[in-house]
T-cell receptor, first 116, second 113 residues
Framework: NAGVTQTPKFQVLKTGQSMTLQCAQD?????MSWYRQDPGMGLRLIHY???????DQGEVPNGYNVSRSTTEDFPLRLLSAAPSQTSVYFC???????????????FGNGTRLTVT | KNQVEQSPQSLIILEGKNCTLQ??????????LRWYKQDTGRGPVSLTI?????NTKSNGRYTATLDADTKQSSLHITASQLSDSASYIC????????????FGGGTRLMVKP
């Protein structure tokens, strides 16, 4: 099983550029989410989705857009990259509902983004 | 604001030694607490989950404890191995459905030969 796959693994952007971080899962999980991880800080939720066509904001959504057209894919778009968005980005998924909330998050291996 | 504080921030131990990592939380209402292990360059992987009624749970050389009264959890690693070198993250779920997660900042453990 591939689990959660994130691409690319590394990316360097110039300020103002846009890009899309890809996330795909093959576990038929309805819940998917994006986090950023910065040194000395806990993982912070950017956006999440409880199913195709449904997305919502997390703790730090500004500067990012998401869409969920299929159960498998949950891309994260940076509209106009800023140095403050330099971070490691993780996509995670889990089963839906109350039972899913007691299930572990399955994480991808991250995308390390540097904005210069 | 819900918070999860982990200590120490970093720890170095010799291979074969034991260690204990701490997690204090203020999340309420409490649903469950989960410990994740994050190897360098990888995503976190769940080690164990603690619910309100559980005081202790083991997963191989890892033993987690939970004191819901004092809102504290610990992760004890016995007979450490080089492969235990990683960050350990405490995550507390809030609410009746446990959908809201609060992440600790992690403890970075280095096991030296």
């Amino acid at each position: 099983n591939a689990g959660v796959t994130q691409t690319p693994k590394f990316q360097v952007l110039k300020t103002g550029q846009s890009m899309t971080l890809q996330c795909a899962q093959d576990m038929n999980h309805e819940y998917m989410s994006w986090y950023r991880q910065d040194p000395g800080m806990g993982l912070r939720l950017i956006h999440y989705s409880v199913g195709a066509g449904i997305t919502d904001q997390g703790e730090v959504p500004n500067g990012y857009n998401v869409s969920r057209s299929t159960t498998e894919d949950f891309p994260l778009r940076l509209l106009s990259a800023a140095p403050s968005q330099t971070s490691v980005y993780f996509c995670a998924s889990r089963p839906p509902g109350t039972a899913g909330a007691r299930s572990p998050l399955h994480f991808g291996n991250g995308t390390r983004l540097t904005v210069t | 604001k819900n918070q999860v504080e982990q200590s120490p921030q970093s720890l170095i131990i010799l291979e074969g030694k034991n260690c204990t990592l701490q997690c204090n939380y203020t999340v309420s209402p409490f649903s469950n607490l989960r410990w994740y292990k994050q190897d360098t360059g990888r995503g976190p992987v769940s080690l164990t989950i603690m619910t309100f009624s559980e005081n202790t749970k083991s997963n191989g050389r890892y033993t987690a404890t939970l004191d819901a009264d004092t809102k504290q959890s610990s992760l004890h690693i016995t007979a450490s191995q080089l492969s235990d070198s990683a960050s350990y993250i405490c995550v507390v779920s809030e609410g009746n459905a446990g959908n809201m997660l609060t992440f600790g900042g992690g403890t970075r453990l280095m096991v030296k030969p």
